[in-house]
């Protein structure tokens, strides 16, 4: 039934996420953009790749669900979505799994423009494997494969996959929930390609190796990271350094032309 | 059933097309109206016809950012509720490796048209090859089934591109069509007969997707038709639930995958027998070799030789029994092939009568009087 939350779960379902994730938080929050649209979620279809974020579709959504190969939910979904365009969309996967081994294929959808709304679920680290860096991990971070804190530089998701020509970029964290939520219903109403990116923590593989505790601690800590685009502006480089801008970055006018 | 006759997508009659072009006929012809693929040399021609025709027919086409990206869409559309097909050759057939595991364990029909050329690694893009023989069937990791089929003419090429259709839908499993670049390439004529029987997925309302139904291949829904199908990789349950710990279930499904093919093969194995009754020496080709060791065949039973030829159409799952046979009757058998002994190896498997391989690998086409010469030495 359109617009009713609790339908939109699988019955029966246990999660596999860790007791604290916050993607079991994004799991309500993607399903309350959905029943805010009042859509019929069987005519939904999301796809994701591999690994923990992967899991939030499948199987936790009571809809039709693409779990696919790692860094291959985009090019599933694009073959999905041009054979039977009534297929509303969304890919739900990982910063590891869309920007590092599936990279190629999100800037090549943004390119495109296909009609897909994907959420990057991006804990800035490889959670399902065991916390090794990724291409979102800060600098300085201490990961599995890091041990003496993260030397790279990571992407900025947002301005790579705008630039790239996506109709729809947004960032925000589930410490935001509503501004989220408006986002998500954003993506979902825009046609074209929309990129969402979720700063969604994970306390077990990022916040423990990084002196958080617990899944409280590490939200925190995100949480005060995060500023709005509009309080950014006018700050300064240094002010802003490891702060997480959060906002949209396009919203289908910068195409118009 | 869900055997259909349908008008052929062509008018009947006949056609002077190259292989590569019959390939994009035959799966316009079975159905097939999603196509998304990567160019390569010696394939793309199939890509470009496509290009061209689906316009015409009404087929979504895409021309996406690599193979795995291509062969990935491509099992989507499957899910969609497409006939969907890729091709390509050596190189990209070896990024598709991990797609094609996808679909066996997905149980999703697809067909992959691979125009073998010389390789290994870029190896000659333009010069023939036939290494791809084992990559075909084990190319991706873990023990799952697939059905390879080697065609000989342009004729099959259109032919058997229908008919890996009608298999990859019957089974639900990935169909290769093994060519070579030479038959890619060949230019000849071709026949489109009026109407053609084709095969499209059965489905039941409500049917577990992943079940072993009657004959081990279960029904399958199309995402949108509100079955809130559970597609996975991993290991799964009848319903597609993930299962990544339980041994039973493991069991079941590779034993199941594994058996709906195997124990089906006497319906999807097809070869061709010239002169093998009473043969002393037994030629097994297959694909364009097959074309040299029957005018070789030919040739020397003119002058009264008793030598016979076997022509494999299927590669996998492989003729077996049909090995064992031959094997008891002839003295001996010859494999020339344009690949280090792939199908030798396997017949060898299957027989223990004297088995002589012969192996070109050079990027031309085993020419008939290298056959005959070597038949003679076995005579
Ligand atoms: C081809 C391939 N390489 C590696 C893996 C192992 N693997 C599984 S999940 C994963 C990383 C997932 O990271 P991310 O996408 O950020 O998801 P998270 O678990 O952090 O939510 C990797 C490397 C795999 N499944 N397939
Ligand atoms: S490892 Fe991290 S991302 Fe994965 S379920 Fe646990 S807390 Fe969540
Ligand atoms: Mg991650």
Redesign the pocket.
Known sequence: MAGDMEEYLRPGVRTPFCPGCA?RILVRLILRAIAELKIDIDRMLFVS??????WIPSPHFNADTLHT???RAIAFATGAKLFNPELITMVV??????A??GGNHLIHAARRNTDLTVIC???M?????GG?V?P?TPMGIFTSTTVEGNRERPFDLCKLVAAAGAEYVARYSVSQPDTLVSSIKRGLETPGFSFIEVI?P?HI?FGRRNRLDTAAETLRFFAGKCLMKDEAEGLSPEELRDKIITGEFSNGRNQAD | MAWKEVRSALPAGNYYYSGNEAAAEGAIAAGCRYYAGYPITPSSEIMEWIAVRFREVGGVFIQMEDEIASLSSVIGASWAGAKAMTATSGPGFSLMQ?GIGYAAMTETPIVIVDIQRAGPATGQATRVGGGDIMQAKWGSQGDYPVIAISPWSVQEMYDQTINAFNLAERYRVPVILLAEQAVGHLRERMNVVEKIAIFNRRKEKGAAPFGAGDDGVPPMPAFGEGEKLLVTGSSHDDYGLRKVADPLVQARLTARLHNKIVNNREEIIQHEDYYAEDADVIVIAYGFTARSSLFAVEAMRREGKRVGMIRLKTIWPFADSLIRDVGSRAKKIFVPEMNRGQVAGEVMKYTCCDIIPYNQTDGEVIHPNTIMGELRRLL
């Open positions: 993607d790749g591999i690994g923990c974020a992967a190969l790692h860094g996967s990982g910063d590891g799994d869309l590092a081994i679920v991006n804990n680290v490889y959670g399902m494997t090794q990724s979102a969604s994970c593989q | 991990e």
